[in-house]
């Protein structure tokens, strides 16, 4: 680290990559044109996130032929339509093989745009841009690209691993309290799956990290990018270890898919699938009920929350987490707590153990 400026390497051999991370990294040309072409570049942003940092980052890559994209804003978007708007430009252009896509926006710009430069003419390279906390921390590292079907979240997709990551955490102040919340709710995952004094930090600090204390922020997601970095080049694919970063996604996509995309955040709705399985993992006789207090605790504070939709019926999950990526057999693999700092891939629960935490969770 200098200057506060943090970068982490995920390791994958000749596509490693960097995650440079700080405030004002996304300024910095020397962090963005070593990894963008230096003829062609397709910017694809949203309406939202345009008018603020748009301007910034072509001023950056100046000397570089600049085209944009600009896409609606909102989890609703991200859907296969969205995707071809993207593929309709690149070839109006035209744009090649040599182009670089940049991703500028949070997880659903980075993840549509990952999908589409995954795609166009057989893959091309693409850099991220994350601009709230949860792409920071989660879905720009790690190269999991997609879009959403209705009957299902990220159902469409690929891997496509990008050429770099820039992080600038000075983009957090024009985040709306709740989206910065939302962004917590992946940075406690990285805590309770495998670093327990990183829980505990957290614990100590998630006040300083609202508040968007520049220290606290940057080392938050550093944490969280390195934990990351560290589980996708063990496992790049998802075969095994790298389904633990799931904790609570597969309820949570659940409860998305029930109440249509776009009314909880995607952490919002990731803190009441933890809590789910923090229940889960109670009944197993793992967690102990301090524990699974908590976690309820932190995620409070955090401005999560922490009851899921009382209105879900059981038989709703189960329909809806049938149809989960993680799905195997006919058996829902579900990722649950042996305790704060220790996550474990789980297969050999009863459905009846399942039903009792939705049950608990449901006013019928």
């Given at each position: 680290?200098?200057?506060?400026?943090?970068?982490?390497d995920?390791?994958?051999?000749?596509?490693?990559?960097?995650?440079?991370?700080?405030?004002?990294?996304?300024?910095?040309?020397s962090?963005?044109?070593?990894?963008?072409?230096?003829?062609?570049?397709?910017?694809?942003?949203?309406?939202?996130?345009?008018?603020?940092?748009?301007?910034?980052?072509?001023?950056?890559?100046?000397?570089?032929?600049?085209?944009v994209?600009?896409?609606?804003?909102?989890?609703?978007?991200?859907?296969?339509?969205?995707?071809?708007?993207?593929f309709?430009?690149?070839?109006e252009v035209p744009?090649?093989?040599?182009?670089?896509?940049?991703?500028?926006?949070?997880g659903v710009v980075?993840?549509?745009?990952g999908?589409?430069?995954?795609?166009?003419?057989?893959?091309i390279?693409?850099?991220?841009i994350?601009?709230?906390?949860l792409?920071q921390?989660?879905?720009?590292?790690?190269?999991?690209t997609?879009?959403?079907?209705s009957?299902?979240?990220?159902?469409?997709?690929?891997?496509?691993?990008?050429?770099?990551?820039?992080?600038?955490?000075e983009?957090?102040?024009?985040?709306?309290?709740?989206?910065?919340?939302?962004g917590?709710?992946?940075?406690?995952?990285y805590?309770?799956?495998?670093?327990?004094?990183?829980?505990?930090?957290?614990?100590?600090h998630?006040e300083?990290?609202l508040?968007?204390?520049s220290?606290?922020?940057t080392?938050?997601?550093?944490?969280?990018c390195?934990?990351?970095?560290?589980?996708?080049?063990?496992?790049?694919?998802?075969?095994?270890?790298?389904?633990?970063?799931?904790?609570?996604?597969t309820?949570?996509?659940?409860?998305?898919?029930a109440?249509?995309?776009?009314?909880?955040l995607?952490?919002?709705?990731?803190?009441?699938g933890?809590m789910?399985?923090a229940?889960?993992s109670?009944?197993?006789?793992?967690?102990?009920?301090?524990?699974v207090?908590r976690?309820?605790?932190l995620?409070?504070?955090?401005?999560?929350?922490?009851?899921?939709?009382?209105?879900?019926?059981?038989e709703?999950?189960?329909?809806l987490?049938?149809?989960?990526?993680?799905?195997?057999?006919?058996?829902?693999?579900l990722?649950?707590?042996?305790k704060?700092?220790?996550a474990?891939?789980?297969s050999?629960y009863?459905?009846?153990?399942?039903?009792?935490?939705l049950?608990?969770?449901?006013?019928?």
């Amino acid at each position: 680290m200098s200057d506060g400026i943090y970068i982490v390497d995920v390791d994958l051999g000749e596509r490693c990559y960097p995650i440079i991370i700080g405030p004002g990294v996304m300024k910095e040309p020397s962090n963005l044109l070593p990894y963008c072409s230096e003829d062609q570049v397709m910017i694809v942003t949203n309406e939202t996130v345009a008018p603020l940092y748009l301007d910034q980052l072509k001023q950056t890559l100046q000397g570089v032929e600049v085209h944009v994209t600009l896409l609606p804003d909102g989890e609703e978007h991200k859907s296969l339509q969205t995707a071809e708007t993207i593929f309709d430009h690149l070839l109006e252009v035209p744009c090649d093989r040599t182009t670089t896509l940049i991703a500028l926006g949070g997880g659903v710009v980075g993840d549509i745009a990952g999908f589409v430069a995954g795609c166009y003419q057989r893959g091309i390279d693409f850099i991220q841009i994350p601009t709230t906390l949860l792409s920071q921390v989660d879905s720009s590292v790690g190269g999991k690209t997609g879009v959403n079907h209705s009957m299902g979240k990220n159902m469409i997709g690929l891997f496509h691993q990008p050429k770099c990551v820039i992080a600038d955490t000075e983009v957090l102040s024009t985040l709306p309290a709740r989206e910065l919340s939302a962004g917590l709710a992946e940075v406690i995952k990285y805590g309770l799956i495998s670093d327990s004094a990183f829980f505990s930090w957290l614990e100590a600090h998630i006040e300083g990290v609202l508040n968007l204390e520049s220290d606290l922020v940057t080392y938050a997601i550093e944490r969280s990018c390195r934990t990351k970095g560290e589980v996708v080049a063990a496992d790049e694919r998802e075969g095994g270890q790298r389904a633990l970063l799931n904790l609570g996604h597969t309820f949570g996509h659940a409860i998305e898919a029930a109440e249509g995309y776009g009314v909880h955040l995607h952490g919002e709705a990731v803190a009441m699938g933890t809590m789910l399985a923090a229940d889960l993992s109670f009944r197993l006789g793992w967690l102990e009920s301090e524990e699974v207090a908590r976690i309820a605790n932190l995620y409070q504070r955090a401005g999560l929350p922490v009851i899921p939709p009382q209105e879900l019926t059981a038989e709703d999950y189960l329909r809806l987490m049938a149809v989960d990526k993680k799905v195997k057999k006919g058996v829902i693999r579900l990722i649950l707590l042996k305790k704060i700092g220790e996550a474990e891939i789980v297969s050999d629960y009863t459905t009846a153990q399942l039903k009792a935490t939705l049950d608990s969770f449901s006013k019928t």
